[in-house]
Antibody, heavy 117, light 111 residues
Framework: QVHLVQSGAEVKKPGASVKVSCKTS????????VHWVRQAPGHGLEWMGW????????EYAQKLQGRVTMTTDTSTSTAYMELRSLNPDDTALYYC??????????WGQGTLVTVSS | QSALTQPPSVSGSPGQSVTISCTGT?????????VSWYQQPPGTAPKLMIY???NRPSGVPDRFSGSKSGNTASLTISGLQAEDEADYYC???????????FGGGTKLTVL
Protein backbone atom coordinates (compact mmCIF):
# COMPACT_ATOMS: atom_id res chain seq x y z
CA GLN A 1 0.00 0.00 0.00
CA VAL A 2 1.18 3.48 -0.85
CA HIS A 3 1.76 5.72 2.17
CA LEU A 4 3.09 9.25 2.53
CA VAL A 5 3.74 10.25 6.15
CA GLN A 6 4.59 13.86 6.89
CA SER A 7 6.40 15.50 9.78
CA GLY A 8 4.55 17.15 12.64
CA ALA A 9 3.06 20.59 13.10
CA GLU A 10 5.35 23.61 13.27
CA VAL A 11 5.01 27.09 14.76
CA LYS A 12 7.34 29.70 13.32
CA LYS A 13 7.95 33.41 13.71
CA PRO A 14 7.78 35.76 10.73
CA GLY A 15 11.03 35.71 8.79
CA ALA A 16 11.93 32.17 9.83
CA SER A 17 12.16 29.05 7.66
CA VAL A 18 10.38 25.71 7.87
CA LYS A 19 11.31 22.33 6.42
CA VAL A 20 8.60 19.69 6.07
CA SER A 21 9.41 16.04 5.39
CA CYS A 22 7.35 13.44 3.56
CA LYS A 23 8.42 9.81 4.03
CA THR A 24 7.04 7.48 1.39
CA SER A 25 6.53 3.73 1.30
CA UNK A 26 4.75 1.09 -0.73
CA UNK A 27 6.18 2.01 -4.13
CA UNK A 28 9.48 2.60 -5.92
CA UNK A 29 10.30 6.15 -4.88
CA UNK A 30 12.34 7.10 -7.94
CA UNK A 31 9.60 6.07 -10.38
CA UNK A 32 7.31 8.93 -9.41
CA UNK A 33 7.52 12.63 -8.72
CA VAL A 34 6.25 14.45 -5.65
CA HIS A 35 3.97 17.47 -5.57
CA TRP A 36 3.65 19.91 -2.70
CA VAL A 37 0.26 21.59 -2.22
CA ARG A 38 -0.88 23.92 0.54
CA GLN A 39 -4.27 24.91 1.90
CA ALA A 40 -4.75 28.04 3.97
CA PRO A 41 -7.48 27.84 6.65
CA GLY A 42 -10.89 27.89 4.99
CA HIS A 43 -9.39 28.14 1.51
CA GLY A 44 -8.79 25.89 -1.48
CA LEU A 45 -5.78 23.96 -2.69
CA GLU A 46 -2.74 25.83 -3.98
CA TRP A 47 -0.04 24.07 -5.97
CA MET A 48 3.43 24.92 -4.71
CA GLY A 49 5.73 22.84 -6.85
CA TRP A 50 6.94 19.44 -8.02
CA UNK A 51 10.13 17.46 -7.86
CA UNK A 52 11.20 14.44 -9.87
CA UNK A 53 12.41 11.82 -7.42
CA UNK A 54 14.46 10.32 -10.25
CA UNK A 55 16.37 13.34 -11.56
CA UNK A 56 15.80 15.98 -8.89
CA UNK A 57 14.34 18.34 -11.50
CA UNK A 58 11.95 20.86 -9.99
CA GLU A 59 9.16 23.21 -11.01
CA TYR A 60 7.96 25.84 -8.57
CA ALA A 61 4.90 28.08 -8.51
CA GLN A 62 5.89 31.51 -9.73
CA LYS A 63 4.72 33.27 -6.56
CA LEU A 64 7.02 31.12 -4.43
CA GLN A 65 10.12 31.29 -6.65
CA GLY A 66 13.13 32.22 -4.56
CA ARG A 67 11.53 31.20 -1.25
CA VAL A 68 10.90 27.49 -1.74
CA THR A 69 13.25 24.56 -2.25
CA MET A 70 12.19 20.96 -2.80
CA THR A 71 14.60 18.09 -2.40
CA THR A 72 14.58 14.32 -2.06
CA ASP A 73 16.65 11.70 -0.27
CA THR A 74 16.43 8.52 -2.33
CA SER A 75 18.19 6.50 0.39
CA THR A 76 15.21 7.01 2.70
CA SER A 77 12.47 7.57 0.07
CA THR A 78 11.76 10.95 1.64
CA ALA A 79 10.86 14.26 0.05
CA TYR A 80 11.44 17.64 1.68
CA MET A 81 9.98 21.10 1.20
CA GLU A 82 11.69 24.15 2.69
CA LEU A 83 9.98 27.54 2.72
CA ARG A 84 11.95 30.62 3.78
CA SER A 85 11.12 34.17 4.85
CA LEU A 86 7.81 33.05 6.30
CA ASN A 87 4.97 35.52 6.78
CA PRO A 88 1.53 35.06 8.35
CA ASP A 89 0.02 34.42 4.89
CA ASP A 90 2.07 31.21 4.78
CA THR A 91 -0.01 29.75 7.62
CA ALA A 92 -1.55 26.65 6.06
CA LEU A 93 -1.76 22.90 5.91
CA TYR A 94 1.06 21.65 3.71
CA TYR A 95 0.55 18.42 1.79
CA CYS A 96 2.88 16.22 -0.18
CA UNK A 97 1.39 14.00 -2.86
CA UNK A 98 2.77 11.40 -5.21
CA UNK A 99 2.67 12.40 -8.87
CA UNK A 100 1.20 10.11 -11.53
CA UNK A 101 0.58 11.34 -15.07
CA UNK A 102 1.68 14.82 -13.95
CA UNK A 103 -1.02 15.15 -11.30
CA UNK A 104 -1.25 14.15 -7.61
CA UNK A 105 -2.70 10.78 -6.68
CA UNK A 106 -1.83 9.59 -3.14
CA TRP A 107 -1.60 12.34 -0.50
CA GLY A 108 0.12 12.69 2.85
CA GLN A 109 -1.85 13.56 5.96
CA GLY A 110 -0.79 17.21 5.92
CA THR A 111 1.48 19.31 8.13
CA LEU A 112 0.12 22.43 9.80
CA VAL A 113 2.53 25.34 9.68
CA THR A 114 1.54 28.36 11.75
CA VAL A 115 3.39 31.65 11.33
CA SER A 116 2.83 34.01 14.19
CA SER A 117 4.80 36.50 16.23
CA GLN B 1 -2.77 32.15 -14.46
CA SER B 2 -6.04 32.06 -12.53
CA ALA B 3 -7.41 28.97 -10.87
CA LEU B 4 -9.80 26.72 -12.73
CA THR B 5 -13.42 27.82 -12.24
CA GLN B 6 -15.79 25.67 -10.18
CA PRO B 7 -19.19 26.55 -8.69
CA PRO B 8 -18.80 27.33 -4.98
CA SER B 9 -21.57 24.94 -3.98
CA VAL B 10 -23.97 22.31 -5.25
CA SER B 11 -26.58 20.25 -3.45
CA GLY B 12 -28.81 17.28 -3.98
CA SER B 13 -31.02 14.84 -2.14
CA PRO B 14 -30.06 11.24 -1.46
CA GLY B 15 -30.42 9.15 -4.59
CA GLN B 16 -30.23 12.12 -6.94
CA SER B 17 -27.39 13.03 -9.29
CA VAL B 18 -25.26 16.16 -9.24
CA THR B 19 -22.67 17.47 -11.67
CA ILE B 20 -19.76 19.74 -10.78
CA SER B 21 -18.13 21.70 -13.58
CA CYS B 22 -14.52 22.78 -13.90
CA THR B 23 -13.76 25.38 -16.55
CA GLY B 24 -10.27 26.15 -17.74
CA THR B 25 -8.81 27.32 -21.02
CA UNK B 26 -7.51 25.88 -24.25
CA UNK B 27 -4.05 25.87 -22.61
CA UNK B 28 -4.93 23.49 -19.81
CA UNK B 29 -8.24 21.57 -19.56
CA UNK B 30 -8.91 21.93 -23.27
CA UNK B 31 -5.44 20.86 -24.33
CA UNK B 32 -4.60 17.89 -22.11
CA UNK B 33 -6.52 14.84 -20.94
CA UNK B 34 -4.82 15.31 -17.59
CA VAL B 35 -7.73 16.30 -15.38
CA SER B 36 -8.22 14.84 -11.92
CA TRP B 37 -10.92 15.21 -9.28
CA TYR B 38 -10.40 15.02 -5.52
CA GLN B 39 -12.80 14.58 -2.62
CA GLN B 40 -11.98 16.27 0.67
CA PRO B 41 -14.29 15.68 3.66
CA PRO B 42 -13.76 18.18 6.49
CA GLY B 43 -10.50 17.74 8.36
CA THR B 44 -9.05 15.15 5.98
CA ALA B 45 -6.55 15.08 3.15
CA PRO B 46 -7.79 15.09 -0.46
CA LYS B 47 -8.54 11.72 -2.02
CA LEU B 48 -8.25 11.00 -5.74
CA MET B 49 -11.64 10.13 -7.26
CA ILE B 50 -11.06 10.53 -11.01
CA TYR B 51 -7.86 10.76 -13.07
CA UNK B 52 -7.19 11.42 -16.76
CA UNK B 53 -10.66 12.93 -17.18
CA UNK B 54 -12.73 9.79 -16.71
CA ASN B 55 -10.77 6.99 -15.03
CA ARG B 56 -11.63 5.76 -11.53
CA PRO B 57 -8.92 4.47 -9.20
CA SER B 58 -9.51 1.10 -7.64
CA GLY B 59 -11.97 1.36 -4.77
CA VAL B 60 -13.84 4.43 -5.98
CA PRO B 61 -17.54 3.64 -6.50
CA ASP B 62 -18.81 3.70 -10.08
CA ARG B 63 -21.34 6.31 -8.94
CA PHE B 64 -18.51 8.75 -9.64
CA SER B 65 -17.82 9.56 -13.28
CA GLY B 66 -15.88 12.19 -15.17
CA SER B 67 -16.05 13.73 -18.61
CA LYS B 68 -14.74 16.66 -20.62
CA SER B 69 -16.06 18.87 -23.40
CA GLY B 70 -13.86 21.60 -24.78
CA ASN B 71 -12.39 23.62 -21.93
CA THR B 72 -14.79 22.25 -19.31
CA ALA B 73 -14.44 19.06 -17.32
CA SER B 74 -17.25 17.63 -15.21
CA LEU B 75 -17.65 15.30 -12.28
CA THR B 76 -21.00 13.56 -11.93
CA ILE B 77 -22.06 11.78 -8.77
CA SER B 78 -25.12 9.61 -9.19
CA GLY B 79 -27.17 7.96 -6.45
CA LEU B 80 -26.06 10.57 -3.91
CA GLN B 81 -25.29 9.30 -0.44
CA ALA B 82 -24.78 11.20 2.80
CA GLU B 83 -21.13 10.13 2.85
CA ASP B 84 -20.54 12.02 -0.42
CA GLU B 85 -20.86 15.33 1.40
CA ALA B 86 -17.45 16.99 1.04
CA ASP B 87 -15.46 19.58 -0.86
CA TYR B 88 -14.50 18.58 -4.40
CA TYR B 89 -11.55 19.97 -6.33
CA CYS B 90 -10.53 19.58 -9.93
CA UNK B 91 -6.98 19.88 -11.17
CA UNK B 92 -5.39 20.09 -14.58
CA UNK B 93 -1.91 19.78 -16.00
CA UNK B 94 -0.96 22.98 -17.81
CA UNK B 95 2.24 22.11 -19.64
CA UNK B 96 3.71 25.44 -18.54
CA UNK B 97 5.93 26.39 -15.63
CA UNK B 98 2.76 26.59 -13.51
CA UNK B 99 2.55 22.86 -14.14
CA UNK B 100 -0.62 22.15 -12.14
CA UNK B 101 -3.72 24.23 -11.47
CA PHE B 102 -6.54 23.55 -9.06
CA GLY B 103 -10.11 24.71 -9.12
CA GLY B 104 -11.40 26.82 -6.27
CA GLY B 105 -13.37 23.90 -4.87
CA THR B 106 -17.07 23.02 -4.69
CA LYS B 107 -18.89 22.22 -1.49
CA LEU B 108 -21.37 19.38 -2.01
CA THR B 109 -24.26 19.29 0.43
CA VAL B 110 -26.47 16.23 0.60
CA LEU B 111 -29.86 17.48 1.73
Amino acid sequence: QVHLVQSGAEVKKPGASVKVSCKTSGYTFTTYGVHWVRQAPGHGLEWMGWISANSGDTEYAQKLQGRVTMTTDTSTSTAYMELRSLNPDDTALYYCARETGWLPDYWGQGTLVTVSS
Amino acid sequence: QSALTQPPSVSGSPGQSVTISCTGTSSDVGRYNRVSWYQQPPGTAPKLMIYEVSNRPSGVPDRFSGSKSGNTASLTISGLQAEDEADYYCSSYTGSSTFVMFGGGTKLTVL
